[in-house]
């Protein structure tokens, strides 16, 4: 994502008529920040254009999103309020890639194959890359006015959200402000309740669609385990559910479940009121739309299920390109699931359960049962107060300059900052929004709040840059 120390590689990107256009570089990160005993490096990609910048101006900021989990350009494609933001603010626009995602992989194919390889991958790396990213850019992209400052205003969404903040936090002195659209900074153990994520999500179904569906869904896991139970019944729910791998025991039945629970998720979490292609391509309001295909009748297994299938194909299968269901996939092929499983293994352990007051099946949260399969799988276990200690927690009154946007859709408001926490970090809510919905292009069936608080953005930005300048002329 860069071009720190030397740069590496450097494409022009080709792309269509609305879509975001820019440059792709590399730049020779550090590979550890924390210690003095390696000068090793790695490529980091990142995207950058420069076609509204103005080195005269004396308050044209960096607009820097804060890279998560998975391909840059997936974000850089889903974010057009940076784009939309950048030629007011005569700004320099830049997409950083998150370390161990996309093509910035420090140890190519081995990254994740060895704790001796895996272990750089961190929160706190990431932002330290990004930091010295910032330092380079503004080498590379001085003012013309001699020392005169350049702001920083930090952007993200979701995992990216909680960089963002994350970084004002950590680094003051470099960023000047930041949006933190939809970032479950508190989704944690001791900071909110284990059972609040899937709350939200059965709230947002029942207001998207209506409590018929909500009761189909919750009703679907018994039928299912009804049919799994036996060898005729585990036939019929492959020749429905159309798997690429025949269901033929009770872990297959699981995963069954586990794919279809994650779509439900997946679901409100895009659930935007126009079509969108974030995580799949979807119709607007795709909640209601997959609830409209699914039966209120659930007095039959059989009737029941498919219905459940024939919601579930708008997700999985809407173009009608494919051929079966991959129980290992969820169609986010840009999102890096293996890097986000091993940070789920170490410092964002985020706890998940359900009481059985959702739609969703009861489960309880197990740690225990999380670290041994994170040590099967990665040799490392996971510290469920790192975050907690690194970043402050819910003792962030002495941050400013934030500004936490959630939308009362979005299963991941449940861990969102929904009150103000200093007089400048301060809360946004989007009623009828969905997961960073406002960090999103504008489109005209955009929720009032979201048209609001785009242009009480505008406003907070300006005082932020204004204030960059008063700052260096007083």
């Known amino acids: 994502m860069l071009k720190f120390l030397a740069v590496v590689a450097f494409a022009v ?46 308050v044209a900021p960096i607009f820097f999103y804060t890279g998560n989990e998975g391909d840059i350009t997936m974000f850089a494609e889903n974010s057009g309020l940076v784009w939309e933001f950048a030629p007011h603010f005569e700004a320099l626009i830049v997409f950083a890639e998150h370390r ?31 930091i010295d990213l910032i330092a380079e850019l503004k080498i590379a992209y001085p003012k013309k006015q ?25 680094y003051p002195g470099v960023i000047t402000g930041a949006l933190a659209a939809s970032a479950p900074i508190w989704q944690f153990t ?12 059965t709230s ?19 039928a299912i385990d009804r049919l799994g139970a036996n ?52 119709p607007g309001h795709p909640v209601r739309e997959v609830c409209k295909r699914m ?9 029941l299920l498919l219905g459940i299938f024939e919601g579930a194909t708008l997700y999985f299968n809407g173009t009608g390109t494919l051929k079966c269901m991959d129980f290992d996939s969820q169609g986010t092929q840009d999102l890096g699931t293996l890097g986000w499983d091993y940070q789920s293994c170490t410092e964002m352990v985020m706890p998940m359960c359900d009481r059985g007051d959702t739609m969703f099946e009861k489960v309880a949260w197990d740690i225990k049962t999380v670290s041994d399969n994170c040590y099967a799988q990665f040799k490392v276990r996971p510290n469920v107060n790192y975050v907690r200690n690194l970043y402050g927690g819910k003792e962030i009154s002495a941050s400013s300059n934030i500004i936490f946007s959630n939308g009362l859709l979005d299963p991941w408001s449940s861990g969102g900052v929904l009150n103000n926490v200093s007089d400048t970090s301060i809360a946004v809510i989007l009623p009828g929004g969905a997961h960073h919905i406002d960090l999103r292009a504008s489109n005209p069936l955009d929720p009032p ?18 204030t960059v300048r008063n700052e260096y002329e007083n």
């Open 13 to 58: 990107v080709t792309v269509a008529a609305n879509e975001p256009v820019y440059k792709t570089k590399t730049f020779n990160a550090k590979l550890d920040h924390f210690s003095f005993t390696s000068n090793a490096t790695f490529p980091l990609r990142y995207l950058i254009n420069d076609t509204y910048w103005n080195p005269s101006s004396t």
């Open 100 to 130: 161990y995602y996309g093509e910035s992989l420090p140890f190519g194919n081995l990254s994740f194959t060895d704790p001796k390889y895996s272990g750089y991958l961190s929160s706190s790396q990431a932002l330290a890359d990004y």
């Open 146 to 170: 001699k020392h005169h400052p350049t702001p920083v205003i930090a952007f993200g969404g979701s995992y990216g959200g909680m960089l963002s903040a994350w970084i004002r936090m950590k």
């Open 190 to 201: 001791n900071m909110t309740s284990c059972d609040a994520f899937n709350r939200v999500t």
């Open 204 to 222: 947002a179904y029942g207001e998207s669609a209506n409590q018929g569906c909500v009761d189909t869904i919750k009703k679907s896991w018994s």
């Open 231 to 282: 060898d005729a019944g585990r036939a019929w729910l492959t020749q429905t559910f159309k798997p690429c791998k025949p269901i033929s025991g009770k872990s297959n039945v699981k995963d069954l479940k586990d794919w279809l629970t994650d779509m439900w998720v997946n679901l409100a979490m895009v659930n935007y009121p126009y079509p969108a292609n974030f995580l799949a391509p979807l």
């Open 295 to 303: 039966v209120t009748d659930v007095s039959d297994d059989k009737k």
């Open 449 to 466: 709040s979201v048209k609001q608080a785009r242009k009480f953005y505008r406003s907070i930005f300006k005082q932020w840059v204004n």
